[in-house]
């Protein structure tokens, strides 16, 4: 959105970076002392290694705490060379104040709902860093128990800070009068201005699995099942032998109810379990599995499962790359269109239906903003022009496994001022965003009355957005 100056929108994201879940491609450690500036004051005489900058409610801020999202700034790719120490300790004392009033409303997030998510956080941090090692180096902790021990912590308070979010403006709604009373605000130079965008299609071909290879995988499971019956552990089991890389490091646990967006293979026979009981392997379109309902809460279950994927043969898939280069010569040649082949020939059912067109998981639109797309598509679409076709893609996703697809771009939008009718869905996008903030904003200004707030001297000159220093 390019009317939106850069550091609006860091500030933005930092607000809403709770509410989102951002990939990072790359973590560049910079120095901290490049990128830290100062608050108003700096305490002169003997340097203090760590101490309260401010408290809310029952939580404190440390300075360690700013240098510590700063770090995580940078690990989302998030520029970080013009943020101050004032503007991050305003966020993280907005973000004190949500975790409070959700500790004060009775909002509760179970232990294991942190250890799954921390676990996702140090398996990105070790993947990107290279190691364990490297990693509590680069938090500047004294080893892997005491990183753990504070990230627990920080990510329980992130997540209840989350909900509380969630919890104030879940219900804040956008009509169209107000979308269009938003964008009559804009002047002729001041109209928003959208980046260049791409529709994209994919035609997909799945190797054929040998009955042999399924019959391996389902004896497997079947035998861990019996082990595990006759006194293992599930947990440890998952941990050794679950290919589900969201799931395995933490014993394969989930916390689901009927609307969590599971295949509905495993929402099925999750929900026919009794508590303590384990499934006979089921099949989704992503392996097989083993089930094992934990605990029942009443709408809500926690399960733990383990994934096993039949292994594709090298004939398989060369079989799987000559059915895709046929189609691909049946549409270069004329005799069927790229959406038809996709309605008929494509192994992907979440796009088969229309035509094979990709669907932007952010907008729900079937529009791609060149500056979003994530690096292995673009770099697979960038250079067709509207209506080439890719050759032949090796696709290896760690969830569904390998497969072949080719691509092509359906309709190309260059960068464009904001058009009322052609970008409405945009527009209504960035007036519920203003909406929200503004109910936000409102929200914060009558809890931080109510609720005991103490900053310390050096940072009482910040100039705040919110009133802190009373």
């Known amino acids: 959105m390019k009317f939106i100056n850069s550091r609006i929108y860091l500030l933005l994201a930092m607000f809403f970076m709770a509410l989102t ?3 990072a491609q790359e973590i560049i450690p910079e120095p901290l002392a490049d990128t830290v500036k100062p608050a108003p004051k700096k305490p002169m005489g003997r340097v203090k290694v760590d101490g309260v900058v401010a408290v809310v409610g029952d939580f404190v801020v440390l300075d360690s705490d ?15 060379k013009d943020v101050t120490r ?9 973000d004190k104040l ?3 009033q959700a500790i004060q409303d009775s909002i509760v997030i179970e232990d294991a709902e942190v250890n799954d ?30 990183f753990k021990q504070e990230l627990f912590t920080i990510t329980k308070n992130q997540m209840l800070t989350e909900r509380m979010q969630r919890k104030i403006i879940d219900e804040v709604e956008i009509t169209p009068e107000e979308v269009r009373l938003f964008f009559s605000k804009f002047k002729d130079d001041e109209i928003p201005r959208f980046g260049a965008e791409m529709e994209i299609a994919q035609i997909v071909v799945k190797p054929e699995i040998s009955e042999a290879e399924k019959q391996k995988v389902i004896d497997r499971l079947k035998q861990i099942r019996q082990d595990i019956l006759n006194g293992s552990s599930f947990y440890s089991k ?69 994934l096993m994927k039949p292994k594709v043969g090298n004939e398989e898939l060369k079989a799987a790359k000559e059915k895709i280069e046929k189609i691909r010569e049946r549409i270069m040649s004329g005799e069927i269109t790229f959406a038809e082949a996709a309605r008929s020939e494509s192994d992907e059912k979440e796009t088969r239906n229309s035509g094979g067109l990709l669907l932007n998981p952010r907008t729900l639109e079937t529009r791609f903003e060149l500056t979003k797309l994530e690096p292995e598509i673009y770099n697979e679409v960038s250079d067709l022009k509207e209506g080439e076709i890719s050759k032949p893609i090796l696709n290896d996703d760690p969830r569904t496994g390998k497969s072949w697809k080719i691509m092509t771009v359906t309709n190309r939008y260059d960068e464009h001022m904001a058009d009322y009718a052609l970008d409405y869905t945009k527009i209504k996008e960035l007036a519920l965003k203003e909406k929200q903030l503004q109910v936000i904003s409102k929200w914060s200004d009558e809890k931080i009355k109510e609720t005991y707030i103490k900053v310390a001297p050096d940072y009482q000159a910040c100039d705040f957005a919110n009133e802190w220093v009373k």
Do not use: W
Not at 70 to 80: C, S, T
Not at 247 to 255: H, I, L, W
Not at 261 to 267: D, G, I, M, Q, T
């Open 21 to 23: 879940t951002a990939g």
């Open 66 to 80: 700013i240098d510590i999202m700063y770090r995580e700034l940078q690990a989302q790719n998030i520029p970080v």
């Open 86 to 94: 004032c503007e991050l300790l305003g966020k993280l004392m907005e």
């Open 98 to 100: 949500y975790a409070h």
């Open 117 to 146: 998510k921390m676990s996702r956080q140090i398996d990105f941090f070790v993947e990107r860093l290279g190691s364990e090692d490297r990693m509590v180096e680069y938090f500047r902790k004294k080893d892997i128990d005491a």
């Open 238 to 306: 998952a941990v050794l032998y679950s290919e589900d890389p969201g799931s395995s490091s933490n014993g394969g646990y989930y916390k689901m109810n009927r609307k969590t967006p599971f295949v509905k293979e495993f929402k099925d026979t999750a929900f026919s379990l009794a508590e303590g009981e384990i499934s006979e392997p089921v099949e989704t379109e992503f392996g097989y599995h083993i089930i094992y309902v934990e605990k029942i809460r009443g709408q809500d279950i926690d399960v733990r499962h383990i």
